[in-house]
């Protein structure tokens, strides 16, 4: 078995225990309150927590392409990637087992397939910049000059196929969660209240 094979295997595993996890205190917690702990107001509460905790994912976007200075915000990503499993986890234990509306499944659903996305596009990640550190070696080891070596592995990174193909599905997948939380607060609000 390989490396990536095991750490495959491991991130899997990992998942599962979580879904089944966050599935087990949401039943706990609705046996203990009586009904459905996502409509109780402890329940809203871990619901809010868990958009909040999500939304921080949106700083690591916004540092990137908009901080002061050019590079690669390496602290904001590891937010990004605890607050896009955390964040889940609390909406998981919010909405648990129940499919009795269409929108709140919808969003679960979307929710899903971003955080699946996003497990994989750290492995994408992890394989280009491997890549880039390989070639990187190659290109001093030929004796090029460190700009040119830059201007290479520049145009090596914004070619990567694969990350591209993985943005195309990711961040559209994570607008369409977006709307349809939107659509789910609104509805709540507006049929149950806080």
Same mark, same amino acid.
């Given at each position: 078995?390989?490396? $990536? &094979?095991?750490? %495959?295997? $491991?991130?899997?595993?990992?998942?599962?225990?979580? $879904?089944?996890?966050? %599935?087990?205190? #949401?039943? %706990?917690? &609705?046996?203990? &309150?009586?009904g459905q702990f996502g409509h109780t107001q402890r329940g809203h509460v871990v619901g809010w927590i868990g958009l909040a905790v999500m939304l921080t994912v949106f700083v690591y976007s $916004?540092?990137?392409?908009?901080?002061?200075?050019?590079?690669? *915000?390496?602290?904001?990503?590891?937010?990004?990637?605890?607050?896009?499993?955390?964040? *889940?986890?609390l909406i998981l234990i919010h909405a648990g087992l129940h499919f009795h509306a269409l929108v709140p499944m919808l969003a679960l659903l979307a929710m899903g397939v971003v955080v699946v996305s996003g497990v994989v596009g750290v492995a994408v990640h992890r394989k280009a910049l491997s890549l880039l550190n390989t070639t990187r070696k190659q290109l001093l080891r030929q004796g090029l000059a460190r700009e040119?070596?830059?201007?290479?592995?520049?145009?090596?990174? &914004?070619?990567? #196929?694969? %990350?591209?193909?993985?943005?195309?599905i990711h961040a559209p997948m994570v607008m369409l969660f977006l709307a349809l939380v939107i659509t789910h607060i609104l509805g709540a609000l507006y049929f149950g209240g806080v």
């Open positions: 078995m390989t490396a $990536i &094979s095991k750490r %495959f295997l $491991i991130v899997m595993g990992c998942i599962v225990v979580a $879904i089944a996890g966050g %599935f087990l205190i #949401e039943m %706990f917690l &609705s046996f203990q &309150s009586g $916004i540092k990137k392409r908009y901080g002061r200075k050019a590079g690669w *915000p390496k602290g904001w990503f590891r937010v990004h990637q605890v607050a896009g499993i955390v964040g *889940p986890l040119d070596i830059e201007d290479q592995l520049y145009d090596l990174a &914004s070619g990567e #196929e694969t %990350f591209r193909i993985w943005q195309m």
